[in-house]
């Protein structure tokens, strides 16, 4: 969730210290004094997120058609709930709904990647 909210809003920050249950990112720009802690909560297996310091004072200068952190494991969590309704959802939709709701374009390998992924979380290997 951490990642995805990242992505959106076209943040670019990179991982401190990251364990099964801890979670620790900053603002890529040494200048920037953001930091975010989160941890999962493992009884119901949400992130939360524990503490957040300082405000992003950079801003990114250039917004690219990709971001670093668009895998194709966080794009099958987006698309879970489409693929499960339908699972034969052709790959362009999903690469249109990435678009439209986290405003990056994705490769088809990665829309591809992630459909089969999340089929495999819906319905089992």
């Known amino acids: 969730m951490l990642v995805s909210q990242g992505i959106t809003n076209h943040c670019t920050y990179k991982t401190t210290h990251s364990n099964t249950i801890r ?9 920037c004094p953001w930091k975010c802690q989160a941890i999962l909560r493992t009884r119901d297996h949400v992130c939360e997120i524990r503490k957040v310091e300082g405000v992003h004072t950079c801003a990114t200068h250039l917004i690219t058609q990709d971001h670093k952190h668009l895998g194709s494991r966080i794009i099958s969590q987006h698309v879970r709930q489409m693929v499960e309704s339908d699972p034969s959802t052709p790959i362009a939709t999903i690469i249109s709904s990435i678009q439209t709701s986290m405003g990056y374009n994705t490769t088809y390998r990665k829309a591809w990647l992630a459909k089969q992924q999340a089929i495999e979380d819906v319905y089992g290997n």
């Open 23 to 31: 979670l620790r990112v900053q603002c890529v720009q040494h200048v």
